[in-house]
């Protein structure tokens, strides 16, 4: 699987074209380009509507650690395997950092 | 006494399994003794309740009588009506803005209107093949114009016999980037049927009546509870009454979201000239599911063929004409290369693809 080079300050994006549905807790992505479906369970689905092309992993993480009573460094690990694997599966972009 | 087939038994299982109201220990018995698990998901999917069938059996805390692979291929068929129709509802939002824009209104059929009035109680539970919508007819050509101009494009089509003229119809292919490979159908209605003879003389009168629901945060008109049940049944004798469970179901799950006043309901169907539709539709789901008639309920003359007499006249010989046996290739070609269709064309397209295939069919199997 090819690696993307995110770090905690990479800003993920929802790739044009994805289409996304939360049902009960899980999300539910579709990529039309390939027919691929994919469905995230509650952290993961967590994680993908804090997605605003603006939040960067660092932060998500940090609602996701408030969230889910998590430690940090966990939910950060966590986080950057989930959308590494995201990206790696086009279904996210990362954005560039102003900063 | 004859033994039910492999197929009725997954049947009157697949009936009792999707309207798991009160779960019957028999129904769970069934179930545990089930084997033949690839013929039972084929018809489930054949019959449009694959998504359902899964719903309910974890609405109920039954998944886990099915073996785990079991439990996995069920997931999949919701998950995959999910996404299939969050693709479908994008795009839906998408054309309510056009549309509202210019001013143009617009009423939801089928499948689409039964997910947004909460009908299904999840988007992931209805199966959509496309997405209807009716128009007044002053509204074709501009809707049309409008959603060519914004990526839509219109599926040509050849010249249709005569016998159609007063069924002008659209049948839109979605064409965006994203779904290149996942297309996406819309038709544009402007008539309830095809057949002039069949619905509301002027569709006018069914704007009155309609209803609005919000769903995803968009505000859609769709018809009422009576008249989605007319047309739903008007719909399966167009069939045939070769019909999907799906479509039995939507009525089913109609009547229990609203009980009909019977006798207003049968003279609107008297006046759409779909009595008999009606009332073989409330026999076939009386057949097979729970629903309380009141008891002076029409009793139904029930020949299957005084209603195919009644809803399939011959082919006029114009029809008959177009799709003799060598101008089906010709046909085919027309339909996959023809590139122009600025054109007032006056035909049900749905039933020129079911004609073409059917005749596809023979030619193949000749």
């Known amino acids: 699987m090819k690696k993307t080079g995110s770090d905690l300050s990479s800003i993920p994006e929802i790739s044009p074209g994805i289409a996304f549905r939360i049902i009960e807790g899980e999300a539910v992505l579709v990529n039309p380009e390939n027919k691929m479906i994919y469905v995230l369970n509650h952290t993961g689905a967590f994680a993908w509507r804090k997605i605003d092309g603006k939040s960067n992993i660092q932060k998500i993480a940090q609602a996701l650690s408030l969230e889910y009573q998590a430690e940090i460094s966990k939910a950060e690990n966590d986080l950057l395997e989930l959308f590494e694997g995201l990206a790696t599966r086009d279904l996210i972009s990362w954005q560039k950092s102003n900063s | ?366």
Not at chain 2, 76 to 94: I, P, S
Not at chain 2, 138 to 161: C, E, M, Q, Y
Not at chain 2, 269 to 297: E, G, V
Not at chain 2, 354 to 360: A, D, G, K, Q, S
Request: proline letters at 8%; one cysteine or more.
């Open chain 2, 1 to 366: 006494m004859k033994t039910p087939s492999a197929f009725d038994q997954v049947i009157n299982l697949l009936w009792k399994l999707s309207c798991l109201e009160d779960p019957e220990s028999d129904i769970l018995d069934k179930i545990t003794a089930h084997t033949d698990w690839n013929n039972f998901w084929k018809i489930c999917s054949d019959q449009g309740v694959a998504p359902l069938v899964y719903y309910q059996l974890k609405k109920h805390g039954f998944l886990d009588l099915l073996p785990p692979e079991e439990r996995e291929r069920g997931a999949r068929f919701y998950y995959a009506t999910v996404a299939q129709n969050a693709l479908f509802f994008d795009e839906l939002k998408r054309i309510d803005q056009i549309l509202s824009q210019k001013k143009i209104p617009y009423l939801l059929l089928k499948g689409t209107a039964l997910i947004v009035s909460g009908i299904y109680p999840d988007p992931g539970l209805r199966p959509l093949a496309d997405i209807d919508f009716l128009v007044r007819e002053k509204d074709i050509l501009p809707a049309l114009k409008i959603l060519t101009a914004n990526g839509f494009r219109h599926l040509p089509v050849p010249n249709f016999p005569p016998g159609f003229k007063n069924a002008p119809e659209y049948f839109l292919e979605f064409k965006q980037n994203r779904t290149e490979s996942v297309p996406l159908y819309f038709d544009l209605h402007s008539r309830l049927s095809a057949h002039s003879r069949f619905g509301p003389d002027n569709p006018e009168e069914l704007w009155p009546r309609s209803g609005s629901s919000a769903f995803e945060g968009v505000s859609y008109q769709t018809l009422s509870v009576p008249d989605s049940i007319l047309f739903s049944s008007l719909h399966l004798a167009i069939h045939r009454f070769q019909a999907r469970m799906i479509w039995l179901l939507d009525i089913k799950f109609l009547l229990d979201r609203q009980t009909p006043d019977w006798l207003e309901l049968i003279r609107r169907a008297h006046k759409w000239n779909c009595t008999y539709p009606l009332l073989f539709t409330i026999k076939l789901i009386t057949a097979n599911l729970s629903l309380h008639l009141p008891d002076d309920f029409p009793k139904i003359p029930l020949s299957r063929d005084l209603i195919f007499s009644r809803m399939t006249r011959k082919p006029s010989p114009h029809l008959v004409e177009s799709y003799r046996r060598d101008r089906v290739r010709q046909l085919l070609i027309d339909l996959s290369t023809q590139e122009s269709f600025p054109r007032f064309i006056r035909f049900s397209s749905k039933y020129l693809r079911f004609r073409v295939e059917r005749l596809l069919y023979r030619e193949i199997n000749r």
